[in-house]
């Protein structure tokens, strides 16, 4: 594995990606809105926590779902996101004996897995505003790329300026196949020998919903605090 870094754990990965994208950093003075750093869940939010602390930056979630072989369900066929996006990989009815009526019933599936997982992540919270806004989209990494599609069709749908996605690791072809869709594309790593984004971290393990809760609840809080410093400032007397 020496064509490529290893990375210790996720927050020293989002550390890296933070450095890459330090000119979306917060600017107090500047009129233009704030970039803000969207995490897909689970494994992306520990990245994008260390991003959006890094440059100052909203941290929310943006919530999609791998669609995987009914047999092999590590095996992604597609992926969908809130709002009815829908990517599926080429072929799909069709490969591998897939039906129309398996891809339907394990999309419905996920969806509830979404509105699950909205209803855990973000109580009564109002999903953000991204239109008009840089959004950059964060993973812990990219394989097949479908999810991170969905990703970019969902706020693409609800009018983001720019679409960034930034990942710490990622196969060449993936890349190949995103890069077009989006913005910009920031990726730390593209190594040829790819098999899994696990293999790039010394430290994998799987990040659970109070992990995702815990940092969601700190990030929140640091943005109240931002608010009110910024109507305080405000106020003062000229």
């Known amino acids: 594995m020496a064509d490529a870094q290893r990375f210790r754990n996720r927050a020293q990965a989002g550390r890296h990606l933070a450095k890459r994208l330090a000119r979306y950093a917060r600017q107090p003075d500047s009129r233009a809105p704030d970039a803000i750093v969207l995490a897909l869940p689970r494994g992306g939010v520990p990245v994008a926590f260390a991003v959006a602390s890094a440059l100052n930056l909203e ?36 490969l591998m004996g897939v039906t129309r009526e398996e891809v339907d019933a394990i999309s419905a599936r996920e969806l509830l897995e979404i509105e699950r997982r909205a209803r855990l992540y973000r109580g009564g919270r109002p999903e953000p505003v991204l239109a008009g806004r840089d959004v950059i989209i964060v993973d812990d990494g990219i394989a097949t790329g479908s999810t991170m599609e969905a990703a970019v069709q969902v706020a693409r749908r609800r009018q983001a300026a720019q679409v960034i996605v930034a990942v710490p690791v990622a196969p060449p072809d993936t890349l190949g196949r995103l890069e077009p869709a ?57």
């Open 59 to 94: 941290l929310d979630v943006l919530l999609v779902r791998k669609l995987g072989l009914p047999y092999q369900p590590e095996f992604a066929i597609g992926a969908v996101g809130s709002g009815g996006v829908q990517v599926l990989q080429p072929g799909v009815p069709g």
């Open 182 to 238: 989006v913005d910009e594309l920031v990726c730390l790593e593209s190594p040829l020998r790819f098999r899994a984004v696990s293999q790039w971290y010394d430290t994998f393990d799987q990040t659970s919903d109070e992990e995702v809760q815990d940092l969601l609840a700190t990030a929140w809080s640091k943005g109240a605090d931002r608010r009110f410093d910024k109507q305080a400032k405000g106020k003062e007397p000229t």
